[in-house]
């Protein structure tokens, strides 16, 4: 490829006026999607994802009620009614009728670009990243799945509960249980017999966030089919208590039909376009649920049953875009909706546990990031006896996250090595607080070896390709102000480094991306330094990339710390590491926070031994099991036991809740749970 930079930095196209105190910034990665004409968001043939999804925060209740109810009298240039938010945002939460400022919507990019970019009500907001290659992965991933190869019955099945739920008499209603488990997670096996109820289920929705539903209403009543569209919120569809109990006592009637022909024809657990319908053996969702709230607890078998045992259970299906995310850009809003779905199907008042097994790496990781306020938000005005249980994330080892200190007399020069056969975009963020006197400048070489100008604040600079439509294959942006955390923020965002499929698009060049930093004025002591932190945002190899991902190199000793999930740094969410049962140590990948920063908090199980590093749960169908490992295991172990802790002696309010886990850690009753290793 060849290539060139811009001769000078500047703000490119986008225009914004220049505003006062309070201005929230621009989202980077929306000057990022422009200058490549938007194709992170295109799907196979290049279609356009439209309209396009984000997160925000009003400044006060008066403005989130004009986007709620948009009246005709908008500010100029303001078109509130293109912004369409969910109905479950303009409902309020607790006893003293809260209204959380934090939301989710969907907004074409005309409109974004005209009257949300120039921001003049002040929102907060960042895009919903998605990835063009999350289906090719999820294919990928369909070894050793059910269904011959010649099945035309597979490939077109039928409902084959629709009958039974129509005719059944004697429907046994869903038992009115309290407490609520939920999890947001992909793949849920409600048939598996870990999460039954007498004749029916435990799980009392599941709302895929990903699938629509296909029929009409009035269709789905006539023939039985169960899948209806969420009341609240405008996208994916929605299987409740009574569906549920109904497909599950049909399935289990005297037909005795197989569970996976049963999901089969709910359209439900197949891979990714996959032609022979085949369901999955096992999912990372079915798994952490044995592991929260099945019938037994997969680290204690001989146990009694526990309180989680009996729990309601309450399933949010990421869209497989999300789960198969390799950027982790666009689970934030599908984050913040299923947090908001679970609490409008939790009962108020008993005990609701969150488990979130999903996150990021880039990010200002101390608390500011729009979803970690989110979060902190719902859970100080929530209800009681509630509280979101978060993975600390697998990326201690992956050499993404580097923290230097750059001062007057000497620059920092970063080094990533891109790897070859990258089929996906790659991002590093660079937070900072600024110096009070002069500023922080960057420039970026490529493996072409040239450099860019420097970038000053509030300036960008791209490198362009040399051929006829002069792509965009990378960018440095340079921010004092962003909408998704406090401190000033550089983006340096890189194309692939290989040719996505079924979409055409500009390449960067494999090798090593220098990135350098200086301060540029004299202030008046001239030991100062200004300390820097950059994460490389998480980039899951895809099944091109030969296993590899974009890392720093000339790591040093303390770089692995600060690599916990970009979602676990809020106030009030409880943040889990993994440790082995059987050594005691902590997992080697389990993520860190900086020394004495007391995160994660406490340390679950994760791996039972060290011949098979991992625990056993429930995989799809009933009586088999699935081997997994990492973070998001230790999360549930820990959801499980503050479940029972707070079903037991609660209500708690969040503080008190948190404070229970670190006791359940510190006393030592538990043997699956432990506190953090030595910081």
């Not at 938007?38 to 403005?63: H, Q, S, T, Y």
């Not at 009298?73 to 293109?82: I, K, N």
């Not at 912004?83 to 934090?102: F, R, T």
């Not at 859970?379 to 697998?394: C, D, S, T």
């Amino acid at each position: 490829m060849s290539a060139r930079w811009d001769k000078s930095a500047s703000l490119g196209p986008v225009k914004r006026p220049r505003t006062g105190p309070g201005d929230p910034g621009l989202d980077p990665y929306v000057r990022w999607a422009m200058a490549t004409e938007w194709n992170g968001f295109k799907r196979k043939g290049g279609r356009m994802a439209e309209p396009v999804r984000l997160i925000a925060c009003a400044p006060d209740v008066e403005v989130l009620n004009s986007l709620l109810k948009p009246a005709a009298a908008a500010p100029s240039g303001v078109r509130p009614e293109s912004l369409e938010i969910p109905a479950a945002y303009g409902q309020k939460l607790g006893d003293m009728g809260y209204q959380p400022l934090h939301f989710t919507a969907t907004i074409s990019r005309s409109d974004l670009i005209s009257w949300l970019v120039p921001n003049p009500l002040r929102l907060r907001w960042r895009l919903a990243l998605p990835l063009r290659d999350a289906g090719r992965a999820a294919q990928a991933s369909s070894k050793g799945l059910y269904g011959p190869a010649r099945d035309a019955a597979s490939m077109t099945a039928k409902n084959l509960v629709a009958d039974d739920i129509r005719s059944l008499e004697n429907l046994q209603h869903p038992q009115e249980l309290h407490g609520t488990i939920g999890l947001i997670d992909a793949g849920c096996p409600f048939l598996n017999q870990a999460f039954e109820s007498g004749a029916g289920t435990r799980i009392a929705a599941i709302w895929d966030q990903g699938a629509q539903v296909r029929r009409s209403p009035a269709k789905h009543r006539k023939t039985g089919w169960p899948w209806i569209r969420p009341q609240n919120f405008r996208h994916g569809r929605e299987l409740g208590p009574n569906a549920l109990c109904a497909i599950a006592q049909a399935a289990h009637s005297s037909r005795r039909l197989e569970e996976t022909q049963v999901y089969r024809g709910l359209d439900y657990l197949i891979d990714y376009e996959d032609q022979r319908r085949r369901v999955w053996y096992g999912t990372h969702g079915g798994h952490l649920l044995d592991m929260a709230a099945g019938r037994t607890d997969p680290l204690a078998p001989r146990a009694p049953a526990d309180a989680a045992a009996n729990a309601n259970l309450v399933f949010v299906d990421l869209p497989l875009s999300t789960a198969m995310d390799s950027s982790g850009g666009s689970l934030a809003a599908h984050v913040l909706d299923g947090v908001r779905y679970i609490l409008s199907v939790a009962k108020p008042g008993h005990p609701t546990v969150v488990n979130i097994s999903y996150g990021a790496q880039a990010g200002p990781h101390d608390g500011s990031s729009l979803i970690e306020r989110a979060l902190d938000e719902l859970l100080e005005h929530g209800p009681a006896n509630f509280a979101i249980v978060l993975a600390a994330g697998n990326s201690r080892q992956l050499q993404g996250h580097a923290r230097r200190t750059v001062r007057v007399d000497r620059s920092v020069l970063l080094r990533i090595d891109m790897p070859p056969g990258d089929t996906t975009d790659s991002f590093v963020e660079v937070w900072y607080q600024p110096p009070e006197q002069g500023e922080l400048r960057a420039r970026v070489r490529a493996p072409n070896r040239q450099w860019s100008p420097w970038v000053a604040p509030g300036r960008e600079v791209a490198l362009r390709s040399e051929s006829v439509g002069q792509e965009t294959v990378a960018l440095l942006r340079h921010d004092l102000t962003v909408p998704n955390g406090d401190g000033a923020m550089l983006l340096m965002a890189v194309c692939p480094t290989a040719q996505p499929e079924d979409l055409a698009c500009g390449l960067a060049l494999a090798g090593f991306w220098e990135l350098e930093l200086c301060w540029q004025g004299t202030p008046s002591d001239t030991n100062a330094g200004v300390q820097v932190d950059a994460w490389i945002e998480r980039d899951d190899p895809t099944r091109k990339s030969g296993n590899q991902r974009p890392q720093f190199v000339d790591q040093e000793s303390d770089d692995d710390r600060f690599t916990l999930s970009s979602l676990a740094t809020g106030a009030r969410t409880l943040r889990v590491g993994g440790f082995n049962l059987a050594t005691g140590l902590s997992a080697a990948y389990s993520a860190l926070g900086p020394r004495g920063s007391g995160m994660p908090q406490l340390l679950a199980v994760c791996e039972e031994d060290e011949a098979s590093p991992s625990v056993a749960a429930a995989a799809t169908r009933s009586g088999e099991l699935l081997r997994l490992n990492g973070t998001s295991v230790a999360a549930p172990a820990l959801s499980r036991r503050l479940y029972n802790a707070l079903a037991q002696h609660g209500p708690f309010t969040t503080d008190e809740a948190q404070e229970v886990a670190l006791l359940l850690a510190l006393s030592g009753a538990d043997p699956y749970l432990k506190p953090v290793d030595g910081d």
